[in-house]
């Protein structure tokens, strides 16, 4: 039986409550592989801009690459090397995601399903989208940048996911891009260039308790007009 909508509420608070950037984490629990994949599926379902779903998530097991990545990832010594899952979550770059590309294409024809006659006059659209509405295409970063951005609605979801399961995790954008993608380039993992590193995310259980969490007051982040 599902709870009624204000039990709802309240194990959705409950859980964002319990999510904080954890440090680190107990090195001995480890997350189930049912667990893991639920949050994998949060990821999976998260929306992108015009449903490129411009996203490659590396699961980094291996404890040598953890130890390169922990010398360039500042923000990520606690979590590197105790984490019972470490993401890179990397974003596909210009080469993919310019309005005209086979990415493009094959996203729409074969993983959207739309016919191809629509999917021509769609690229119209998303032409002017990407060159004249948002400028995404102004340079190779800009339209990076638009990529990665769809990045973090997956990572913020697999975060909650994860807590509503009792399950810690921590963001990370303590790192040395440059670096970090010349250690991913060099283990062949960014597709000849077509990926590049968004944003990374560890998961486990906690070690410490978190300090209170502190935030501003709602009525200083919202005005209703
Ligand atoms: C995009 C992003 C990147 C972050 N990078 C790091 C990081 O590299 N290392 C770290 O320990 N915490 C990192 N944090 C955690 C934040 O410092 C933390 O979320 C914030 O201080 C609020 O605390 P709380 O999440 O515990 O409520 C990051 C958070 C976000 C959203």
Redesign the pocket.
């Known amino acids: 039986m599902m709870g009624s909508r204000e039990d709802k509420k309240q194990e959705i608070l409950e859980a964002f409550q319990f999510?904080?950037?954890?440090?680190e984490f107990d090195p001995n629990k480890k997350i189930s592989e049912d667990d893991f994949n639920f949050i994998l599926e949060a990821a999976r379902l998260s929306p992108s801009s015009v449903g490129y779903e411009p996203w490659k998530f590396l699961i980094i097991q291996n404890k040598e690459l953890r130890d390169k990545l922990r010398e360039v990832?500042?923000?990520?010594r606690?979590?590197l090397p105790t984490a019972s899952h470490f993401i890179v979550i990397l974003a596909r770059t210009i080469k993919d995601t310019k309005y005209d590309s086979e990415y493009v294409k094959n996203q729409m024809l074969s993983v959207k399903q739309i016919p191809e006659d629509v999917f021509e006059q769609m690229k119209i659209r998303y032409r002017e989208f990407q060159e004249e509405d948002l400028n995404i295409l102004e340079n190779e970063r800009t339209a990076f940048d638009w990529a990665s951005k769809q990045t973090?609605l997956a990572?913020a979801n697999m975060m909650t996911a994860a807590a509503l399961i009792g399950i810690d995790s921590?963001?990370?954008?303590?790192?040395h891009f440059n670096k970090v993608q010349k250690i991913l380039a060099e283990e062949g993992l960014l597709e000849d260039g077509h990926l590049a590193v968004s944003?990374?995310a560890a998961f486990g259980y906690r070690k410490n308790e978190?300090?209170p969490?502190?935030?501003k007051d709602r009525d200083d982040i919202v005005l209703w007009v």
């Not at 999510?19 to 440090?23: G, N, P, Q, S, V």
């Not at 921590?170 to 790192?175: D, K, T, V």
Request: net charge positive; hydrophobic share 30%.
């Open positions: 999510r904080h950037a954890t440090k990832s500042w923000g990520a606690g979590q973090y990572l921590c963001p990370i954008e303590g790192f944003v990374m978190p300090r969490k502190t935030r």
